[in-house]
């Protein structure tokens, strides 16, 4: 199917997408090494367009597809996160069968925006993901101590992580300790901040047992990974300097006991050569080739 295709389906039969959505073959959660590797594709929803500098990388919608369809297509891809509009895509392109699906939430802190640590729910919702058959919900929860709407923030993902664990499906919490400085939000990178982050957002909701956090590699990774026993996936974010420095980060991480895996987009989908496929087996050598 062609992406002509795909603007048709959308166009003239609409429903062929939540029918798609009941017929997919679904797989388990984590796979049987327990270890789990999901491309992150959200990132366009927040109005984050720019990898390396380069403020549209991700502006074209086809080139973003196609590289998604060859990154789920490799070997030790468990699955994807999305907003509701590139899963929907995806699916049409029957590249969902057999992987995870993880829905985005809240895209409503647009990047740049006087606005930005406004982190409401815009995306999926846990009723949705849950009749849908996806596979959990991710949210960003930013919070500045600073900001008075940071409590909203943590009311509206302590809400979802309730709802997601009532529906027995993943909550998927990503959280920083930001401020703003000079008209811009800044995330916190430090152990000690990073620490503080995994206390809070460990703490949301009525139940833990679904709750996974998505934490940033950050220095005394060790230390820092022990403020939680929640199953924790490691991101990517925007990729700068060697990729072999960010691999062997990523390799070194990928040893302690919580760190379930890697939720990777931009360093995975535009590397400098271009060769996702390359960079997507190395990922997956690094979560399912023996990292441990």
């Known amino acids: ?10 166009t003239t039969e609409p429903g062929r997408i939540a029918k798609a959505w009941a017929e997919r073959r679904r797989r388990a959660l984590v796979a049987d090494d327990g270890r789990m590797l999901l491309v ?26 196609d590289r ?11 699955g994807v996160l999305g907003t509701a509009d590139i899963l929907d895509d995806l699916l049409l392109l029957g590249a969902l069968d057999d992987k995870v699906a993880i ?19 815009t995306g999926w919702t846990a009723d949705e993901l849950a009749a849908r058959g996806l596979d959990g919900g991710k949210m960003l929860t930013r919070i500045c101590l600073g900001d008075p709407g940071t409590a909203a923030t943590l009311e509206a993902s302590a809400r979802a992580v309730t709802d997601l664990a009532a529906h027995e ?51 005394d990774l060790a230390r820092v990974m022990d403020a939680t026993t929640l199953p924790t996936l490691l991101l990517g974010g925007d990729p700068q300097g060697d990729p072999h420095d960010t691999y062997a980060a990523w390799s070194d ?11 990777v987009g931009r360093a995975l989908l535009y590397p400098p050569d271009g060769d996702v496929a390359a960079a997507v087996d190395i990922a997956s050598g690094l979560v399912h080739g023996g990292a441990r």
């Open 1 to 10: 199917m062609d992406l002509a295709e795909i603007s048709r389906i959308r």
């Open 40 to 65: 992150a594709a959200d990132h366009p929803a927040r109005g984050a367009l720019g990898v390396r500098g380069d403020a549209g990388a991700m502006a074209s919608r086809s080139e973003l597809l």
């Open 68 to 78: 998604l369809v060859t990154a789920l297509a490799r070997p030790g891809v468990d």
């Open 103 to 121: 829905g985005s939430m809240n895209r409503g802190g647009l990047q740049g925006a006087v606005f930005e640590l406004d982190d409401r729910f």
């Open 169 to 219: 499906i993943m909550a998927m919490v990503e959280p920083f300790m930001s401020v703003v400085e000079d008209g811009r939000v800044r995330n916190l990178l430090d152990p000690d901040s990073t620490i503080l982050s995994i206390a809070i957002a460990s703490g949301l909701g009525a139940s833990s047992a679904h709750t996974w956090l998505k934490l940033p590699v950050v220095d």
């Open 253 to 263: 991480a990928l040893t302690l006991p919580s760190v379930t895996g890697l939720v």
